[in-house]
């Protein structure tokens, strides 16, 4: 009967609404995520791609502050994007929490790099709650520096991630790279947060695995802290993923020794 089922459920329209919104997203309710005050991102050694010189999808393992796993992520992306576009080709990253189940979705376009025209991009989907967009980071040109802005999902700028030129310091292999965040509209840089590239260890590094240390603001709510973890992938790509191919490629130096070469 219509009656006695609309009788059954006055008075309790607010308690279905909290928990209908409870099933929509996840995002918040992981203390993994919400609770970290940072994380460690650290690029899995692939070793079919170390003897084969194949460039093959990248995978990653998310690190809490005791070294504990708390997410798993996983490049989805075509043998001749990765081959054709190298770095700046599109993918899918799939983010995964410790119960392996589906928690962020990350979606990169192909943007081309000619001339500097077109800076690189991605959105970050809450894979919570079906793929329900969370923002995007936009990379902006600067002279001398390297910039990425953090957008919701109405394109209002939150956040700017900046640090200096790559290509004026020094190349060395274990130097660190920080980029500081800030919040957008506010002069200088709040000194708390950020990505920083990290120095993986001697043979991590010679095999071409990238790590990184993401540090939370305090007040930085959950959906903005997906929206770093996003963007510390998108640096990844765009400043740090070498070929090992290339190197494999590169010729080697042939040193004069007693006059012979």
């Given at each position: ?48 791609e170390?003897?084969?010189h ?14 504990s ?82 957008y ?40 708390e ?58 010729p ?10």
């Open positions: 009967d219509t009656n006695t089922l609309v009788s059954a459920f006055q008075g309790r329209t607010d308690i279905y609404i909290f928990q209908t919104r409870r099933i929509m997203s996840r995002i918040a309710d992981n203390t993994d995520l919400n609770g970290a005050s940072s994380l460690r991102v650290k690029q899995d050694v692939d070793v079919l170390l003897l084969t194949l460039d093959l999808a990248n995978k990653y393992k998310v690190l809490d502050n005791t070294g796993m708390v997410f798993r992520a996983r490049e989805s992306s075509s043998f001749i994007t990765r081959s054709c576009c190298g770095p700046r080709r599109p993918f899918t990253m799939y983010i995964y929490d410790k119960k392996k189940k589906p928690f962020i979705t990350l979606k990169r376009p192909y943007k081309c790099t000619f001339m500097c025209l077109w800076p690189q991009e991605i959105q970050i989907l809450d894979a919570t709650n079906s793929n329900a967009l969370l923002g995007f980071v936009k990379q902006q040109w600067v002279f001398a520096g390297r910039k990425f802005v953090l919701d999902e109405n394109e209002t700028a939150l956040y700017t991630l900046y640090g200096s030129c790559i290509y004026i310091e020094p190349n060395c292999f274990c130097k660190e790279y920080t980029f500081k965040i800030a919040k957008c509209g506010k002069e200088g840089l709040d000194g947060g950020g990505v920083k590239k990290t120095w993986a260890g001697f043979c991590r590094s010679a095999l071409d695995a990238d790590n990184f240390e993401v540090d939370f603001p305090s007040d930085i709510p959950a959906e903005h802290r997906a929206l770093l973890l996003g963007a510390t992938f998108l640096i990844d790509y765009v400043y740090f993923e070498e070929k090992i191919e290339k190197k494999a490629a590169e080697v130096e042939e040193v004069a020794v007693d006059g012979q070469v």
